[in-house]
């Protein structure tokens, strides 16, 4: 994984600690339980990842993320009648990262926590 990293010329934004600190921050939502997904290191480009909402045991291993979008937008379902209630939970999980000092963007509605970025890549980091 290594020597992919340095070939492709990636440069770290996250380590352990920050990433530790994301997942128990994420596991102590559990009103919230917002779903992510992951692209990781040599997943395939067109290959679009699936939601997840466990954040104890299905993350991938930190070093291989690439980036992990966080989707603020909670789905209660409320009954076949009624459409589900949603709410948007961007400015608290959006203020919940910059205290921790968790480097993401928004991208779309989601809110993409970046674990590698390539030279010159344009990302606005909150």
């Not at 948007?88 to 928004?106: A, E």
């Amino acid at each position: 994984m290594a020597r992919y990293i340095a070939r492709e010329g990636l440069v770290s934004v996250m380590n352990q600690t920050k990433w530790e600190k994301l997942q128990a921050l994420m596991q102590q939502e559990s009103y919230r339980r917002p779903p992510w997904r992951a692209y990781c290191l040599r997943d395939a480009e067109d290959l679009e990842p699936e939601w997840d909402y466990d954040w104890h045991y299905h993350l991938p291993p930190f070093k291989s993320i690439v980036w992990l979008e966080i989707n603020p937008i909670q789905k209660e379902r409320r009954g076949q009648l009624l459409p589900d209630k949603l709410t948007d939970n961007t400015d608290y999980l959006t203020d919940l990262l910059k205290t921790h000092h968790i480097p993401f963007s928004i991208e779309g509605q989601s809110l993409r926590v970046w674990g590698y970025l390539k030279p010159g890549q344009a990302v606005s980091l909150i």
